[in-house]
T-cell receptor, first 111, second 113 residues
Framework: AAGVIQSPRHLIKEKRETATLKCYPIPRHDTVYWYQQGPGQDPQFLISFYEKMQSDKGSIPDRFSAQQFSDYHSELNMSSLELGDSALYFC???FGQGPQHFGDGTRLSIL | QKEVEQNSGPLSVPEGAIASLNCTYSDRGSQSFFWYRQYSGKSPELIMFIYSNGDKEDGRFTAQLNKASQYVSLLIRDSQPSDSATYLCAVNRKGGSQGNLIFGKGTKLSVKP
């Protein structure tokens, strides 16, 4: 079965640079979620989209923005990167009342 | 106090035994509950979800929910070394999956051969 696809898998950036993470949800899933997981931490919710509209907002810094496109894929844009942004970034998708399924994540390293 | 509490472990059980993982949550309005398994450096993998009080069984896994006690548990029968991972309890205030998941810090399970 198709899963949530995230790209890139690994990304290395320097401080103050920008990064764009992409997420392709499971086909027919209508909701996309972004989570950040620091080393040894549990995933923290950033933002979600339902039918291309922002549905919930969590602890997402103002330097980050996200959107969901007409084909339901989503992008997380991160600017003025800081050392503390180094983490695993997961995208999850769901349909209706179904549970969230996670992608393999993007490992972002800030040098 | 964290909204979702789990014993960080490690919980060590011998192969073939029952592993019991526990989770409590503080928001009495929480409506849906999930267990994810996460291997180191990998993504959370959905194991079970439960919305109603009682037990829900799927193969070797049983999820138990007690909303009055704000308690949810996961039992793993006939534990295998491949079950060794961190188990994350997650709670959603809204019904189903509409809304963000609030995770506990996870319980590390080690199944010894």
């Amino acid at each position: 079965a198709a899963g949530v696809i995230q790209s890139p898998r690994h990304l290395i950036k320097e401080k103050r640079e920008t990064a764009t993470l992409k997420c392709y949800p499971i086909p027919r899933h209508d909701t996309v979620y972004w989570y950040q997981q620091g080393p040894g931490q549990d995933p923290q919710f950033l933002i979600s989209f339902y039918e291309k509209m922002q549905s919930d907002k969590g602890s997402i810094p103002d330097r980050f923005s996200a959107q969901q496109f007409s084909d339901y894929h989503s992008e997380l844009n991160m600017s003025s990167l800081e050392l503390g942004d180094s983490a695993l970034y997961f995208c999850a998708s769901s349909f209706g009342q179904g549970p969230q399924h996670f992608g393999d994540g993007t490992r972002l390293s800030i040098l | 106090q964290k909204e979702v509490e789990q014993n960080s472990g490690p919980l060590s059980v011998p192969e073939g035994a029952i592993a019991s993982l526990n989770c409590t949550y503080s928001d009495r309005g929480s409506q849906s509950f999930f267990w994810y398994r996460q291997y180191s450096g990998k993504s959370p993998e959905l194991i079970m979800f439960i919305y109603s009080n009682g037990d829900k069984e799927d193969g070797r896994f049983t999820a138990q929910l007690n909303k009055a006690s704000q308690y949810v548990s996961l039992l793993i029968r006939d534990s295998q070394p491949s079950d060794s991972a961190t188990y994350l309890c997650a709670v959603n205030r809204k019904g189903g999956s509409q809304g963000n998941l609030i995770f506990g810090k996870g319980t590390k399970l080690s199944v010894k051969p």
